[in-house]
């Protein structure tokens, strides 16, 4: 018998998602309510960059971010007060090796973490830890974490990444409401490369060295959490695409690693 859960990329797209009534974050609350529920959750979050180190939250009640500006005040008024897990960091430093990480009692749950655990689990009773993008990695250090955070998904540990698989904020000013063939492209070359577990076509996206990487892949932070839900892998795992929507510059793009039965219609 195994607490085996699964391992998500979930694209979070703006703050407003949250708040507003659509298909995404519809197919979040369905997922959340499909899942087991998890031991506790590891949220790796493309709003939380750091150098050197991967920092991890600590302390019993981790504050909530809000990393962002303009948005209506109902978005800063939330807040996601679930408990932290100092347990789990200290099995994330076995597993990535202590002198890999970094404890952080100074900084919370940012959009990118509670933006997509807050419609799965809206009664923030889930223990969770957010992770940092250690930013002095290369993309195939950053899968190589992945892989070494695997075995959580045994111990009931459900691993989220968040992010956007296609993240251009300068480019998508302009170009709401369009879907420009380069992007296309991209989410295509990203979709098969996830359902044939090519991971050297994910690091050579990474890489950003045609156009569609170029533009899609952009800074760079919102798509290397998808390498940590791919590193995740492990055999036997269905792969399963939802949320497969593209906006000018920005797609939604989610994937789960693990049992297809659970994810929500797409």
């Known amino acids: 018998m195994t607490d085996r859960v699964p391992a998500l990329f979930l694209g979070h797209g703006s703050p407003m998602t949250t708040i507003t009534d659509n298909p995404e974050v ?7 309510r499909a899942l087991p529920k998890p031991k506790a959750i590891l949220a790796i979050t493309a709003h939380w960059e750091t ?5 991890l939250t600590v302390g019993d009640s981790p504050r909530t971010i809000h990393d962002f500006r303009g948005f209506p005040q109902e978005l800063y008024d939330i807040r996601y007060n679930a408990p932290g897990a100092d347990w789990l960091v200290d099995r994330v430093g076995e597993l990535l090796g202590e002198e890999r990480i970094a404890r952080d009692a100074g900084w919370g ?34 899968l190589a974490l992945g892989e070494r955070l695997a ?11 968040s ?29 098969t490369a996830l359902r044939t577990d090519d991971d050297a076509a994910l ?4 890489a950003g060295r045609d156009e569609p990487s170029a533009l899609a892949v952009n800074s760079g932070e919102h798509f290397l959490p998808l390498l940590y839900a791919a590193g995740a892998r492990l055999p036997g795992d269905a ?16 994937v789960m690693m693990g049992d297809k039965a659970l994810t929500p219609a797409h």
């Not at 519809?26 to 959340?32: D, P």
Request: proline share 6%; glycine share 8%.
């Open 151 to 161: 075995p959580l998904r045994d111990e009931g540990v459900l691993i989220v990444a």
């Open 203 to 206: 690091l050579a996206a990474a």
């Open 163 to 191: 992010g956007n698989v296609i993240h251009n904020l300068a480019l998508w000013r302009g170009a709401q409401g369009t879907r420009p063939e380069w992007a296309l492209t991209f989410r295509e070359t990203i979709n």
């Open 109 to 142: 749950f940012d959009h990118g973490a509670w933006g997509v655990v807050l419609p799965m689990f809206p009664e923030a009773d889930i223990p969770l830890v957010a992770m940092s993008l250690d930013r002095a990695l290369s993309p195939a250090e950053h």
């Open 26 to 32: 519809r197919a979040l609350r369905e997922l959340g």
């Open 239 to 254: 792969v399963t695409i939802f949320n497969d929507t593209v906006d000018g510059a920005l797609s939604m793009t989610s």
């Open 51 to 55: 150098h050197g180190r991967t920092h």
